[in-house]
Antibody, heavy 116, light 107 residues
Framework: QVQLVQSGAEVKRPGASVKVSCKAS????????ITWVRQAPGQGLDWMGW????????NYAQKLQGRVTMTTDTSTSTAYMELRSLRSDDTAVYYC?????????WGQGTLVTVSS | DIQMTQSPSSLSASVRDRVTITCRAS??????LNWYQQKPGKAPKLLIF???SLQSGVPSRFSGSGSGTDFTLTISSLQPEDFATYYC?????????FGQGTRLEIK
């Protein structure tokens, strides 16, 4: 069965970086892109971008350009999302999802808290 | 960016009610529209893709329709497990954007 398992919760200081992992299983990793979506506490869903697990092509949300990097490791079927220069408004649950458009499988979410 | 506006923002209904949620795009998106259900503390779950295609494993009481700028999600007979927040999402162009959500509560 398809599963996406994300890394655990993180607490970071403002200005720091965070790297969240998303380990895929149950399908051919390189056949699908991975999308990242975040959700601030009590708020809606916010698209961050996607990465092709086939060739590493990326498409980032303009508002995150320069702060976000998405990568994949096909040897371990794992996707990563790194966000730098963290601010308090980056506090959110970060989700990975399979697919570039409709996300048919999602990870369980990773809470990233940015606080001094 | 394409703005997605859902209505209503919240809705109270009873088990076995028929419920419709509307999503309007700020420009035409053809049928590049998905619907998700999210329960508290859980990841979103894909219900409908391409405006009207039912995702595998999703009960047939869920249906979607529309094209262009106006879309609807209908639940034909509400069940207790359907009380959740619903989001529409456009994938016509990046940045991909979501509606603000519709919270469906028990009356």
């Amino acid at each position: 069965q398809v599963q996406l398992v994300q890394s655990g919760a993180e607490v970071k200081r403002p200005g720091a970086s965070v790297k969240v992992s998303c380990k895929a299983s149950g399908y051919t990793f390189a056949s699908y892109s991975i999308t990242w979506v975040r959700q601030a506490p009590g708020q809606g869903l916010d698209w961050m971008g996607w990465i092709s697990a086939y060739n590493g092509q990326t498409n980032y949300a303009q508002k995150l350009q320069g702060r976000v990097t998405m990568t994949t490791d096909t040897s371990t079927s794992t996707a990563y999302m790194e966000l730098r220069s963290l601010r308090s408004d980056d506090t959110a649950v970060y989700y990975c999802a399979r697919g570039r458009n409709e996300g048919d499988y999602w990870g369980q979410g990773t809470l990233v808290t940015v606080s001094s | 960016d394409i703005q997605m506006t859902q209505s209503p923002s919240s809705l109270s209904a009873s088990v076995r009610d028929r419920v419709t949620i509307t999503c309007r795009a700020s420009q035409s998106i053809s049928t590049y529209l998905n619907w998700y259900q999210q329960k508290p503390g859980k990841a979103p779950k894909l219900l409908i893709f391409a405006a009207s295609s039912l995702q595998s494993g999703v009960p047939s009481r869920f249906s979607g329709s529309g094209s262009g700028t106006d879309f609807t999600l209908t639940i034909s007979s509400l069940q207790p497990e359907d009380f959740a927040t619903y989001y529409c999402q456009q994938t016509f162009t990046t940045p991909i954007t979501f509606g603000q959500g519709t919270r469906l509560e028990i009356k």
